[in-house]
């Protein structure tokens, strides 16, 4: 077994109140590295095909990496998988914190759940064992009051609890689970699957140790970064603002959605910046475990209408965007309390306000009226609005009950899914990068598996410049020619395929990518270095980018399956239009057929059949996934349609 690992997986049955553990051997974690490589194992070999996210076949997988719980910087992750009901594909979602590495020292490397249970429970595991305790007193409160509740129930304030919030609890498509009320695996609607199957919480606490192959390497590179990283810009960017400089970063470039993508710059970005939400909202800054970036944010503000609870942490740069720019809402106070609700009902920020703006444009459009929204005025730039909508989408409540659903339900609901308005992929919402600035970006929204997200490969602008730190920082990757952020060329499409693997990589292994090069300073062979030290194997790049291929390709073939095609690897139209203001204005970026064929040619490169989105068989062989070949054979007769959002 290797070292930075418990070579224990937790199966729970939820309809029989059944646990068991596996240990499957070295080789399952090396093929796959941990988190959504073993979340999409389990998924496509246990879960039927076509079955409903909500049905309780569905297999939802709580999954650490082998780095997850090293003592290193950007070492905390770990990975949701399951069927997105937001998407109907194969969904994941990774989440920072705390609740990762103590499930490691808890016992186990991962929480496979089946099945449902007849009334609310939550999971309790502490020192190799899990217990399946009563919650249906905890169904419907929020989730500060649930962490609390359980920990004293428990008896302690050190355990770490990852939960549903209410919302999930009453399947709004985009709930999220958050752990320690601020870290969330925000995206794909996890929430609502654990909702589905009355799962409220799973609570972890342990004293073992997570046991390293040189753990004096380790202590020397972690000493030697706290030291050093805020040497590099982009390190000291990261502790001294998070994400929240963006507005003013991306305005001025020309990539700030405004008024549901319409619009790209604010006449004045610096009321959502990072240096005004310092002033106003900054109460000190905090770390995930071992890291001293600090890149979150707990802030106070007491104000009479937007005060807020600094326990649900601070928005970062995705949620400002959501509420706040794309919904031509300025106010960072509004912004601040609209992210406190959504954490408190336990709801993703980026599809929440999306799906709001959505419906804003709908209603200025005529698609829907008064008569559709409990005689509500959608207006973009109303916060009170904005903070309204929240709490009843939350609650399942009158209008917000068809809000629940996200903005692709909303458009086949309203006879408008093929608009060029309608601003998702798969599904899932745009996050809140415009690809008109980053082409790179708008690549990862079409091709990434489990809908639109920004995360899926580093952004355009780190590779324009030939002598900034993170183009340099990529050379071993094989990328060495800087690349304009907006031409979809060859040249793109080869790095793409390599930063995808990469970032992939960092998911799998539980590596958040701004302890990292290129988003973060530690360069890439020290990474390799440092995996070798955990692990004890003698691994290369080559190996670990191959091995977190593997679970690309797991979730390819469980799309396929469910009856996803290439043509689903689109992009609204709307972003094929020219710029509309700031920077550029008035020019296209790229056009749709070069969009297209830069995707096929991207399908040729990773071996993916550009019609049926099917990986081909000679890939799957390569990648020693014979079993995934045999089964697309055997379930090739079934495809069709599929279950689509």
Not at 60 to 65: Q, W, Y
Not at 106 to 123: N, Q
Not at 351 to 380: K, N, Q, S, Y
Request: hydrophobic letters at 40%; a neutral charge; proline letters at 5%.
């Amino acid at each position: 077994m290797p070292k930075g690992m418990t070579g224990k997986i937790l199966h729970v049955d939820l309809s029989r109140r059944a646990v068991e553990i596996e240990e499957p051997g070295e080789l399952f974690y090396r093929g796959l590295l941990g988190g959504r490589g073993i979340g999409y194992h389990y998924l496509l070999r246990d879960m039927p095909p076509r079955t409903d996210a909500f049905a309780p076949e569905n297999v939802l997988t709580l999954a650490t990496g082998v780095m997850t719980g090293a003592p290193l910087a950007a070492s905390c992750r770990f990975a949701a998988v399951g069927k997105s009901p937001l998407t109907g594909a194969a969904g994941e979602s990774e989440a920072a914190g705390f609740f990762g590495p103590e499930l490691k020292k808890a016992g186990f490397d991962a929480v496979v759940f089946r099945g449902a249970a007849e009334e609310p429970v939550y999971l309790w595991v502490t020192e190799g064992r899990a217990e399946i305790r009563d919650a249906r007193a905890l169904a419907m409160r929020e989730t500060g009051e649930v962490e609390d509740a359980i920990r004293g129930e428990l008896g302690s304030d050190k355990i770490r609890v990852a939960q549903a919030g209410p919302a999930g609890m009453r399947r709004v498509r985009f709930a999220n689970i958050t752990n320690n009320l601020g870290h969330f695996n925000g995206r794909n609607g996890f929430g609502a699957v654990m909702g589905a199957k009355n799962l409220r919480a799973v609570a972890a606490l342990g004293t073992g140790e997570i046991e390293c192959h040189d753990p004096e390497f380790l202590r020397r590179t972690a000493t030697d970064y706290a030291k050093t990283f805020r040497r590099n810009p982009a390190g000291e960017a990261l502790y001294t603002y998070g994400t929240t400089a963006f507005p003013e970063i991306l305005s001025a470039a020309g990539g700030l959605p405004v008024n549901h993508f319409r619009e790209s710059a604010l006449e004045d970005a610096s009321p959502l910046g990072g240096d005004r939400y310092n002033e106003l909202l900054l109460k000190r800054r905090k770390g995930c475990h071992a890291c001293p970036i600090m890149c979150k944010r707990v802030i106070a503000l007491e104000d009479p209408v937007y005060g807020v609870d600094s326990r649900y942490g601070g928005p970062e740069y995705e949620t400002i965007a959501a509420l706040g720019s794309n919904l031509k809402i300025l106010d960072l106070r509004a912004v601040a309390k609209g992210n406190e609700i959504c954490n408190r009902y336990g709801m993703d920020t980026i599809t929440a306000g999306m799906t709001i703006a959505f419906a804003c444009e709908c209603f200025e459009r005529g698609v829907i009226t008064r008569a559709d929204t409990d005689g509500l005025e959608l207006r973009f730039g109303d916060a009170a609005l904005m903070l309204r909508l929240l709490e009843m989408t939350g609650r399942r409540e009158g209008f917000g009950d068809l809000l629940a659903e996200g903005s692709a339900r909303l458009a086949r609901r309203w006879k408008v899914e093929d608009a060029d308005f309608c601003l998702c992929v798969k599904g899932q919402e745009l996050a809140l990068h415009d690809p008109r600035i980053k082409v790179g970006v708008g690549m990862g929204y079409a091709l990434c598996t489990y809908g639109a997200d920004h995360m899926d490969a580093p952004h355009d602008p780190s590779f324009v410049d030939p002598a900034s730190f993170s183009f340099r920082s990529v050379g071993v990757l094989g990328i060495h020619r800087p690349m304009p952020a907006t031409e979809p060329s060859l040249e793109k499409v080869r790095a793409f395929v390599l930063l995808e693997r990469y970032w992939k990589m960092l998911d799998s292994l539980g590596l958040c990518v701004f302890g990292f090069a290129p988003r973060g300073v530690m360069p890439i062979p020290t990474l390799v270095e440092c995996i070798r030290a955990v692990t004890g194997w003698e691994t290369s790049l080559l190996d670990l980018m191959q091995s977190a291929e593997r679970g690309t390709l797991l979730a390819r073939a469980f799309n396929a399956r469910e009856g996803f095609t290439s043509r689903d690897d689109r992009l609204p139209g709307r972003l094929f239009d020219p710029k509309p203001n700031g920077p550029g204005a008035g020019k296209r970026a790229f056009g749709r057929e070069e969009f297209e064929r830069a995707l096929r040619t991207y399908y040729a490169i990773v071996g993916v059949d550009p019609e049926t989105g099917r990986p081909a068989e000679g890939k799957l062989l390569e990648a020693g996934l014979e079993w995934v070949a045999e089964l697309l054979a055997r379930d090739a007769a079934a495809a069709g349609a599929g279950s689509r959002p």
